[in-house]
């Protein structure tokens, strides 16, 4: 008595990628409708099942699709737009800045389809996704017939598609909502790391995840840094952090995790938390190497995931695949570290239950979803194959193939590809779209690249303020006197504070761009201790906007904000023509003379040691005020005895570097 199926694919060297990684030599598989009937030996299969259509694979390899367990698939728009750059500087100097500009719900259509047409190509039949508007991502992979797990991005900033968080979170849940059930798209939710989210998003998102019983993906200890910052905010490293934000009561499915220690492998593996194992993004970022055999050893799902095609640059898991491979033997010094069928399964089977889909796909079993790729082994860079012992054919697999050896594609009982040509997308229509879009970037970023400001606008780092200075600085010898001279006066001092100061000046080749100034403030308490420290950003001028008759200086437009990232994000991400550090000791005091307020501040130079300023300063709206408030801080100057020549300079950079001498 023999079944009716609707396909049988035979003359195959099935690999089940079940839990005995069963190998079927000839195999086949049976399938009805999105259902896997049965696989087996061909001759076992035949017997049982009949079909009106049957495909021969001539031999080739029939397997599970590969999973690819982290990326961001719209970012194949910016595939190539800024490499070799620290991981911060690449996403907050660059990604997020062009992602705020362009990033729409077309975008994402577009970028989505591109890599579902790259991805079907090497043998990707589902992935998991966080970007923004995930409707549309979802959309378009539907469209294209891939399974994914697309999780919509929540940030504690403004994203491309939400003003707040909270819009984000309200948009996750219609998202859910709408794609519960689906046959192709499991809908999650995407904190997208504990350093971009606060800890309410973080609780919010797990609390969202359980209501809907959907996955929560998240970046998870990716860099050295975030460990350390999490440690310094929040007293312990990443892995506590969020379980203490009951994160891992949800579904996680958690991207990187390099730098995990023993103990935070436990907590991951008592939550039955998925990891995704990104060797090119971990390798191209040098974020370090996530240990991967221990997490293996202890039973942890780790999967194999690409990360966007921004950061590694393409979506070939055959090349990722091999390299977790390779990173484990390199790193253990141990070349049996991580063996290929090993590494397969990370990328099948287990990949599938990272991404806690596993009773839909991941191997071809019974019951499950009919998810596969055929693969020609049989080509000049893959020949020729040992047969002594079966296994040696995940070793093809792993250290040979190439993705383009993939010839055909099906998932959920339909094909994408066959024999190469993609059934689903029109990848001449994609690549034209794809062109326009990077022409648009590019003038995007000319235009800004060519100005600090308008860079430093980027980055979120500066809101632009037109306003007045006016200084006098003088240089003195005996600063003890002029400090009796603010006691003894009877000025009316508002606030008196003592600072040690660290500035480094940013010069550029274009003089017209000014001076980018990185302010490290340590205010002194009263016993010589450090009671807190700030960091500002300001970009000064070029040049001195006026010398007013009354030996007065004033400037114009300065643009200070508190300096969010470390010098170093600013050193690679401004590359000044030159650096100026100056140190020095600054006594500041808030008055007010003849009802005006000025700042007096008495410096002293430690480096360069050049002795010791005094300076006396206000900020005005108005020309016409700073003209009047000159003159005033001249007369302040005198009735603090100094009567001296007056030096003159906007700032100490140009006393360090007079503009003469540039
Ligand atoms: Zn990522």
């Known amino acids: 008595m023999t079944q009716n199926a609707e396909i049988i694919i035979k003359n195959s060297i099935l690999l089940t990628m079940d839990a005995n990684l069963t190998i079927y030599e000839p195999g086949a598989i049976a399938i009805q409708g999105d259902q896997i009937l049965a ?33 961001h698939a719209a970012m194949t728009l910016l595939r190539g737009l800024a490499d070799d750059l620290r991981l911060d500087v690449w996403l907050m100097g660059y990604m997020m800045p062009v992602e705020r500009q362009f990033v729409s719900p077309d975008f994402v259509r577009l970028g989505t389809r591109l890599a579902c047409a790259e991805m079907i190509r090497s043998g990707v039949t589902c992935f998991a996704d966080m970007y923004y508007f995930e409707d549309d991502v979802a959309q378009a992979t539907a469209e294209a017939g891939l399974r994914a797990v697309c999780a919509q991005t929540v940030l504690k900033f403004p994203g491309p598609d939400a003003r707040d968080y909270e819009e984000a979170l309200d948009k996750t849940r219609i998202y859910i ?52 910052n999490s440690r310094k905010e929040h007293g312990m490293p990443v892995i506590p952090y969020v379980k203490k934000q009951h994160l891992f009561e949800a579904k996680v499915l958690a991207a990187h995790c390099v730098h995990v220690d023993a103990g935070e492998i436990k907590t991951l593996l008592h939550h039955k938390v998925g990891v995704a194992h990104n060797p090119s993004s971990n390798l191209k970022l040098a974020s370090g190497f996530a240990p991967i055999s221990n997490m293996l050893d202890v039973g942890l799902n780790v999967g194999i995931g690409t990360d966007g095609p921004a950061s590694n640059n393409d979506l070939d898991m ?86 383009t050896d993939v010839t055909d594609v099906m998932v959920n009982g339909k094909w994408l590809m066959r024999d190469h040509q993609l059934l689903t997308l029109n990848e001449e229509e994609l690549l034209s779209a794809a062109s326009d879009y990077a022409r648009q970037i590019d003038l995007f970023l000319l ?26 600085k003088v240089s003195l010898d005996d600063p003890e006197s002029v400090v009796s001279e603010i006691k003894q006066h009877g000025l009316e001092v508002l606030h008196h504070r003592h600072y040690h100061e660290f500035d480094t ?110 300076e006396v300063k206000s900020r005005t709206w108005s020309r016409k005020d700073a003209e009047h408030k000159a003159l005033v801080a001249r007369e302040l100057i005198r009735s603090l005895g100094i009567s001296k020549e007056t030096s003159l300079s906007q700032d100490y950079i140009e006393i360090v570097n007079p503009p003469d001498s540039q």
């Open 318 to 403: 055959f090349e990722e695949i091999r390299l977790a491979a390779f990173i484990s033997k390199s790193t253990s010094g141990d070349p049996t570290s991580l063996p290929a069928p090993v590494a397969l399964t990370m990328a099948t089977r287990m990949g599938a239950d990272a991404l806690q889909i596993g009773n839909l796909t991941g191997s071809l079993e019974a019951g499950k979803r009919a998810d596969l790729i055929i693969v020609d082994n049989s080509r000049v860079h893959n020949s020729p194959r040992f047969k002594r012992e079966p296994e040696a054919i995940f070793s093809q697999l792993v250290y040979a193939t190439q993705a």
């Open 177 to 228: 909502k709408k794609w519960l059930g689906h046959e192709l798209i499991i809908p999650a939710v995407g904190p997208h790391s504990p350093y971009t989210c606060t800890q309410e998003i973080l609780q919010s998102a797990a609390s969202i995840a359980r209501e809907y019983d959907v996955p929560l993906l998240i970046h998870l200890s990716e860099t050295h840094q975030e460990v350390e």
């Open 447 to 472: 235009e800004r690249e060519h100005s600090v400001l308008s860079k430093l606008i980027a980055i979120g780092g500066a809101s632009e303020e037109e306003s007045f200075e006016v200084q006098v």
């Open 39 to 71: 696989v087996g030996l061909e001759a076992d299969i035949c017997q049982h099942y009949t079909s009106g259509y049957s495909i021969d694979c001539q031999g080739k390899v029939l397997m599970p699709g590969l999973i690819n367990a982290h990326t």
């Open 505 to 614: 000046y940013f010069s550029f080749t274009d003089a017209s761009q000014g001076y980018l100034r990185y302010r490290e403030d340590e205010a002194i308490g009263p016993n010589d201790q450090i009671s807190s420290v700030r960091y500002r950003l300001t970009l000064l001028g070029p040049t001195r906007e006026d010398n007013f008759p009354s030996d007065a200086l004033l400037s114009r437009s300065r643009f200070i904000a508190p300096a969010n990232h470390s010098l170093r994000f600013y050193r690679e991400y401004f590359k000044p023509a030159h650096e100026t550090i100056i140190e020095k000791h600054r006594m500041r005091w808030r008055i007010l003379y003849h009802g005006l307020e000025f700042f007096i501040n008495l410096d002293r130079l430690d480096n360069p040691a050049l002795g010791h300023f005094l």
